[in-house]
């Protein structure tokens, strides 16, 4: 993590994300079970030695025409939204002022009690308790049911799964470099593998009403023009500037005394 500021002075905390060799190896076109058809692009990222994969993917990889890759995976879109194989996406892809969704496993704590798993409160950590004050206290229920309900809170593993932290905005990009520069917090340990999508909830929810209600203003974020299509070749980053900045949400100084 890093830290910028806005052009009102303000201090924003940011992660740095990078694209390693972003390319395009496959367009995926299948029919569900109701007949609807599922479009998605697959994309892989990292290069790796050869040496360290497996035959299948060496192929799949030497269909696409990409070197072989660490790590791969696959986004829905529009039937009219596939990109050609072997494309390789810079970081402009993602426009400065948007919202998205990062995807990645959070970092493993092990066995942890209930009160760092769950929020527990926990009891008096003073008279009275003596060695049980971040216990977990009572886990049954009388003779009737007379077991534990599935599914009840206590101590376990923690950490280590799948996780998504929603909405968080591009404030700035770095097509020399494939740089991300996003917003807060992302799940996962240093330099781990995460996953970029437009964001579900700000993104496509809503901007799915705003077109369907005819407000074609609100379908984007704020000082965002468009969206590049097809997605951001290094082609299209080669004609604009190297670092884009997006301008901050607040409309006047954080420091300006108010009226």
Same mark, same amino acid.
């Not at 977990?136 to 003779?143: D, L, P, S, T």
């Not at 932290?165 to 593998?193: E, K």
């Not at 437009?198 to 379908?219: H, L, N, P």
């Given at each position: ?5 806005? =052009? =009102?002075?303000a ?6 994300l990078? /694209? ?27 290069d790796r030695?050869?040496k ?6 060496l192929?799949?990889?030497k ?6 890759? &660490? ?5 829905p879109?529009? $039937?009219?939204?596939?990109? %050609? ?5 810079s970081?402009?892809? @993602?426009?400065?002022?948007?919202f998205?969704?990062?995807?990645? =496993? ?5 066995f942890?009690?209930?009160m760092?798993?769950?929020? @527990? ?12 004050? &971040?216990?977990? #206290? ?11 309900? %599935?599914?009840?809170k +206590?101590a376990? &593993?923690l950490? #280590? ?5 929603? =909405?968080?905005?591009?404030?700035r990009v !770095?097509?020399?470099l494939? /740089?991300?520069?996003? &917003? #807060? ?8 593998f995460? +996953? ?6 700000? +993104?496509?929810?809503?901007?799915r ?14 000082h965002?023009? !468009?969206?590049? @299509? ?6 299209l ?9 997006a301008?901050s949400h607040?409309?006047?100084? $954080? @420091?300006? $005394?108010r009226e």
């Amino acid at each position: 993590m890093a830290v910028m500021w806005d =052009n =009102n002075g303000a201090r924003l905390p940011v992660t740095v994300l990078q /694209l390693e060799n972003c390319q395009v190896t496959a367009n995926v076109k299948t029919v569900r079970a109701d007949g609807s058809e599922y479009h998605a692009v697959q994309v892989a990222a990292s290069d790796r030695p050869e040496k360290t994969t497996t035959k299948q993917m060496l192929g799949h990889f030497k269909k696409a025409g990409v070197p072989p890759k &660490r790590t791969v995976k696959e986004f829905p879109v529009t $039937p009219d939204a596939h990109v %050609p194989v072997g494309t390789t996406l810079s970081a402009i892809h @993602f426009v400065p002022g948007q919202f998205v969704d990062v995807i990645s =496993n959070s970092i493993g704590k092990g066995f942890q009690g209930t009160m760092k798993r769950w929020n @527990f409160k926990g009891l008096r950590a003073s008279h009275g308790v003596s060695v049980s004050h &971040r216990s977990a #206290g009572a886990i049954g229920a009388h003779q009737d049911p007379g077991r534990v309900w %599935p599914g009840k809170k +206590m101590a376990g &593993r923690l950490g #280590g799964e799948r996780t998504t932290t929603q =909405n968080l905005t591009v404030v700035r990009v !770095d097509t020399t470099l494939d /740089l991300i520069f996003v &917003r #807060g917090c992302v799940p996962g340990v240093d330099d781990a593998f995460v +996953m970029i999508r437009d964001a579900k909830k700000k +993104m496509e929810s809503v901007a799915r009403v705003a077109y369907t209600k005819g407000q074609f203003d609100k379908v984007l974020p704020k000082h965002v023009d !468009d969206l590049p @299509f097809p997605a951001g070749t290094r082609e299209l980053a080669a004609q604009l500037p190297p670092v884009i900045v997006a301008p901050s949400h607040r409309v006047t100084s $954080p @420091f300006t $005394p108010r009226e």
